[in-house]
């Protein structure tokens, strides 16, 4: 049997069919890449990614097949002898094909990509919704009349990851904070192109501790630009923090870990509606989007973005309107047959094949765990808010972020110009392991470890860095020591013990610990604040939204010879 592929897009969507098929000797798989796309360079790449065998155009006129799947009715696809099964290019049908008008001129249903001299392309029609099975009577009855519901694999792939969710957010670092998924589609409307700045916005001004911000860009994008064209575009919003998510199956995954979505009328939100996330409009109305597709129902009943208002507000205002419910009920216009559709399309492909199933159940694959390279900003803004003993801190990225506040850099991170201007900064003990005269390494030799204790290392920061007013070293999530440069006492010490107890969960859910770095410049912040504390004092300290106890007292609670 044949894939014919016409460009990454359309790859990512046959990959997520071959379940099908899986463990059956019968079937020997091959692709060819069907030509005359403008991105067809970068399905040769996702070819050779995945370890696909291939076979070159004319090779694959010239042969015989025993099936043929595509997932996009574009090119000359009737110069290929087999039959033709014909799988959905995204969700919903929803984007005008180009050069036609009219409310009935969808791309992917249109009978000018369906009909080859008055006759059906395909054998066989795999439709995601029975609203498609009749725009296509409609419009193309003799195709109509070779289609059938099957659903969507893309989709019940999605859905069989919900129970990984957790481990998706644990891998891309998310924590408890909220992830916001930026999706945009290509062309001259998408997100991206009316607002190619937004994603920069985000990383720089939603809080650091309580968002984290992902970006899901259509593989036409990424095979118009490549990657390292992509990043320097969005700079600076990578090394603030911005995840750009892969365009085979990462977005998916990054869709799952989400907590809502800021779209544009591209199909990958349907998505997301599926799994009941908040969904945010980022459309400002064009000639691509019907108006009677599902994407149009979904932006239509959706929170609808504001560049005038602040990013956080409305991304929580999104979250609390959210009921139950809401996201599922407006994706039911685009998808059917949940999580049936592999037995749906093999009973379908095999009568093609003229042969029995495989036997045995083809579940939907689990997407893996995201894999996106960890970028954490260099340096970090800190505002903190006093009022007696309470404290709230909210930290942003240094470069695009607002200037009133101190500047918190990490040693082993920052750079030097940042370490200078730090008003604090924080090291981090390593994780337990190896000890002296371990390998690191092939072919590695062994040799005397080096490290500080907290109280050495503080007392050099403090010496090497004439502006920073404090020092502090993590020794644990929950215990940590601080240096001042001047006591907050003429009596006390330099050296002060910082514990940290996180509020007890609510509800029923998960613990979540504040970043200590993060108390650590609430602390800093107070001491500034406060003229002559008095230790020990125990203070109210609120982190993205979280509150946490800090107990601040003087001494280390034998921290100060702990090793970083």
């Known amino acids: 049997m044949l894939y014919a592929v016409r460009s990454a897009t359309a790859l990512h969507r046959l990959l997520d069919a071959v379940p099908v098929f899986a463990g059956d000797p019968r079937v020997r798989p091959r692709f060819t890449l069907v030509p005359g796309s403008d991105f067809g360079t970068d399905a040769l790449a996702a070819l050779d990614g995945v370890g696909a065998r291939t076979v070159a155009w004319p ?15 574009n090119g000359p696809l009737d110069e290929l002898p087999g039959p033709l099964v ?35 392309l395909a054998a066989f029609h795999a439709l995601a919704h029975p609203d498609q099975l009749a725009a296509l009577a409609e419009r193309a009855p003799a195709v109509a009349a070779r289609a059938a519901v099957v659903g969507d694999p893309t989709l019940d ?25 930026v999706v945009s589609t290509w062309g001259p409307e998408s997100l991206l192109a009316r607002r190619p700045g937004l994603p920069a916005l985000l990383t720089a001004e939603l809080p650091f501790d309580a968002y984290q911000v992902a970006l899901v860009v ?51 939100a349907l998505y997301a509606a599926a799994q009941d996330r908040p969904v945010i409009g980022c459309y400002d109305d064009g000639t691509e989007l019907i108006p009677a597709s599902p994407m149009a129902g979904l932006l239509a009943r959706a929170a ?21 419910g809401d996201g599922t009920a407006l994706a039911a216009a685009a998808f059917a047959e949940q999580g049936h559709s592999l037995e749906r399309l093999r009973a ?103 490290g500080w204790t907290a109280a050495a290392w503080t007392a050099h920061v403090l010496a090497e860095f004439p502006g920073c007013r404090s020092a502090a070293a993590v020794l644990a999530p929950d215990h940590c020591v601080l240096r001042r440069r001047e006591p ?6 330099g050296l002060l013990s910082v514990r940290i107890a996180a509020a007890a ?56 010879d702990a090793e970083l």
């Open 348 to 450: 379908h492909c095999y009568a093609l094949l003229g042969l029995d199933p495989y036997p045995g159940p083809v579940p939907a694959r689990p997407l893996p765990v995201p894999r996106i390279p960890a970028r954490r900003p260099t340096a970090l803004v800190a505002q903190v808010d006093t009022a007696g003993t309470s404290v709230s801190v909210a930290r942003h990225p240094l470069d695009g972020g607002p200037r009133d506040g101190h500047v918190v850099a990490e040693d082993g991170l920052s750079t030097l110009n940042e370490m200078r201007s730090a008003g604090i900064v924080v090291r981090r003990a390593r994780p337990t392991g190896p000890g002296p005269g371990s390998e690191s390494g092939p072919g590695s030799a062994p040799g005397p470890a080096v």
């Open 304 to 324: 609808r973005w504001s560049d005038q208002e602040p990013p956080g507000a409305q991304v929580e205002a999104a979250v609390v309107a959210h009921r139950p």
């Open 59 to 73: 090779e694959a006129v010239r042969g015989g097949h025993d099936l043929v799947v595509a997932a996009s009715p």
């Open 86 to 120: 014909l799988l959905p290019h995204g969700a919903g049908f929803n984007k005008r094909l180009p050069h036609a008008s009219g409310d009935d001129s969808a791309s992917g249903l249109h009978p000018r990509q369906l009909l080859r001299d008055g006759a059906p």
């Open 488 to 493: 907050p006492c003429a009596e006390g010490p």
């Open 218 to 268: 259509h593989p036409n994008v990424h095979s118009d630009l490549g990657e390292f064209a992509l990043r320097q575009r969005l700079a600076p919003a990578p090394e603030s923090g911005l995840l750009l998510a892969r365009p085979h199956e990462e977005w998916a995954s990054v869709l799952v870990a989400a907590d809502c979505v800021l779209t544009d009328h591209g199909s990958t």
């Open 505 to 560: 969960a609510t509800g029923g859910g998960p613990l979540v610990r504040p970043d200590p770095a993060a108390v650590l410049c609430g602390v800093h912040g107070w001491l500034e604040t406060t003229a002559e504390p008095r230790l020990p004092v125990t203070l109210d300290c609120v982190v993205g939204g979280r509150r946490a106890t800090v107990t601040l007292a003087y001494g280390t609670d034998g921290g100060a």
């Open 157 to 181: 792939r999605i859905l069989a990851s919900g129970p990984r969710r957790e481990r998706f957010r644990e891998a891309l670092g998310t924590g408890g904070r909220r992830l916001v998924a």
